[in-house]
Each structure stands twice: as C-alpha cells, then as structure tokens.
C-alpha cells in the first residue's frame, strides 16, 4: 500500500504562483512514477504532469501547461513537487497526486487550487 497525502492548494489570483506538494509513504520502493492529475467542476480528470522516480528522470506534462508548470521529485523524502507558474482561472481545479509501480496505481485525497481572475 502506498499512501500519498498532498498539500499546498489555496486561493491565488491570477498570474500569482503556487506549489504543489505531494508526500508519499507505505511502500515506496514500489513507486517509479509519480504524477498530479487535476479535475475541474463538471470537467474529467485530467493529466497535470508526470515525472519517474527511479533512474532516469523522464517528465511529461499537459499542453495547457508546459512553459507554466514544473514537476520534480525529492527522492530522499519521497516527495514529489508541482511549480505553478503564470496561474490561470482555467487552472481552478483539485489537484490529485497519484503514483504507479508493480502494477498498481493510487491516488491522494486531492488539493483544492482555486485561481480568482
């Protein structure tokens, strides 16, 4: 089991900066990716950014926000981070964390980022 307990979500106004942290626990030598997915009202959940966790470090990101935002990993902490850069109202959403590894997937309880124009 893996545990994934993120935080940093607030109110920001629009062109403002946040960061997204994600702190993960339980069995984390099975975790070699790790990645946000965020989810707006009425909207799916949607592919943020994504980053592995072990040897190479190979990130991808979502159109809407590469320039924008960064992921990167602490690896002694288990912690993955999101920059938010440049924000937008369209970027108001939950943020999730989520991880991969031996064949199973788990998810945060989400981070609430609210973007005021």
């Known amino acids: 089991q893996v545990q994934l307990v993120e935080s940093g979500g607030r109110l920001v106004q629009a062109g403002g900066s946040l960061r997204l942290s994600c702190a993960a626990s339980?069995?984390?030598?099975?975790?070699?990716?790790m990645g946000w997915y965020r989810q707006a009202p009425g909207k799916q959940r949607e592919m943020v950014a994504t980053i592995t966790t072990s040897g190479i470090t190979m990130t991808n990101y979502a159109g809407s926000v590469k320039g924008r935002f960064t992921i990167s990993r602490e690896n002694a902490k288990m912690t993955v981070y999101l920059e938010m850069n440049s924000l937008k109202p369209e970027d108001t959403a939950v943020y999730y964390c989520t991880s991969w590894g031996w064949g199973k997937n788990y998810w945060g309880q989400g981070t609430q980022v609210t973007v005021s124009s």
């Open positions: 339980g069995s984390i030598s099975s975790i070699n990716a």
